[in-house]
């Protein structure tokens, strides 16, 4: 029985910080990409990377 459950027993390697903060600063962009893309054919801007923020775009 002790035998059978150490034969399944698989490592797990968890990823470096510095890995991790490249992974999540990427995956923000990618996103606020993707809400940019959507909003800007929808009319309304993301403030990120939207160039008119406040401005009455009907004026």
Known sequence: ????KEENIETIY??????RFWVWLIDIL??????????NGSGFPIPLLSKQIMTN???
């Open 30 to 39: 990618m996103v606020e990409v993707f809400l940019s893309l959507i909003a």
């Open 57 to 59: 775009p009907r004026g």
């Open 1 to 4: 029985m002790n035998e059978e």
């Open 14 to 19: 968890l990823a470096k910080w510095e890995s």
